[in-house]
């Protein structure tokens, strides 16, 4: 039997749809598994994104640490700087003592000295190291003591020493009969604070024993408590010594 030329085109047209179809299928196959190795692929690049979030976040974390470890070790080494234990004693411990804080301190003033002490006779000569009334900025020394007659007697009120410190110094002075604190608050960064009394025995005799502060802090405290003093202090006049000396109330 013959078969037609139309009949075999058909059949190769078929066996050919029928490759094609097989083919399409296998494509279909491989793009469904490389859709999901991409899927796969994209989970796992998320993945990794996320541990390298977590990754930096971890540096930045150890990073914060070690710089909060060095702020540490700094405040450790300030705090055993700021805060140094002073007394007086017969003999005499420089490095350790009221009065060697006190001149090292006062030769190192820039602007203010504040000092409160119920008697004043020493520490003339390292005040003289501070910037005298007339330089081209002067000075701001506040002085808190006592005016009381029988201390005048006694010699631990010197009245001379009030006129030294008001004109060669340019000191402002006020008094308080109420006053026990011993205070020197220097350039609003150094505090010191003892039990001596800025005579030659406080400084040099007596057993007497303070701190020296340099937390800045504490030493602003200490400068408030010495404002307070100040504004319940009245400012020392010629005429409030005159009466003092003559028994008369101010």
Not at 25 to 53: F, G, S
């Amino acid at each position: 039997m013959k078969i037609s030329k139309e009949i075999l085109e058909l059949a190769e047209k078929i066996k050919n749809y029928r490759t094609d179809i097989k083919l399409v299928k296998e494509l279909n196959i491989k793009k469904e598994a490389l859709e999901k190795q991409i899927e796969a692929l994209e989970k796992c690049i998320k993945i990794l994104k996320l541990n390298t979030i977590g990754q930096n976040k971890l540096l930045e974390q150890i990073k914060e640490l070690e710089l909060n470890k060095k702020r540490l070790k700094l405040d450790l080494e300030k705090s055993r700087e700021a805060y140094t234990f002073i007394v007086t004693t017969p003999s005499e411990q420089p490095k350790t003592t009221v009065y060697g804080e006190i001149s090292r301190e006062l030769s190192k003033a820039q602007q203010e000295i504040l000092i409160s002490s119920p008697w004043i006779t020493y520490i003339f000569d390292e005040l003289s190291s501070f910037k005298k009334k007339g330089s081209k900025k002067e000075p701001n020394i506040k002085v808190i003591t006592r005016l009381i007659k029988e201390d005048i007697e006694k010699g631990v009120t010197d009245l001379d020493k009030f006129r030294v410190l008001k004109d060669t110094f340019g000191a402002e002075i006020r008094y308080n009969n109420d006053l026990h604190a011993k205070m020197v608050i220097i350039d609003n960064s150094v505090a010191i604070i003892s039990s001596a009394n800025l005579t030659k025995k406080g400084l040099s005799v007596n057993y007497e024993a303070g701190i020296c502060i340099r937390e800045s802090l504490i030493v602003n405290k200490v400068a408030q408590f010495f404002n307070d003093i100040w504004k319940e202090s009245q400012p020392l006049t010629q005429q409030d010594i005159e009466n003092v000396l003559s028994n008369k109330s101010g």
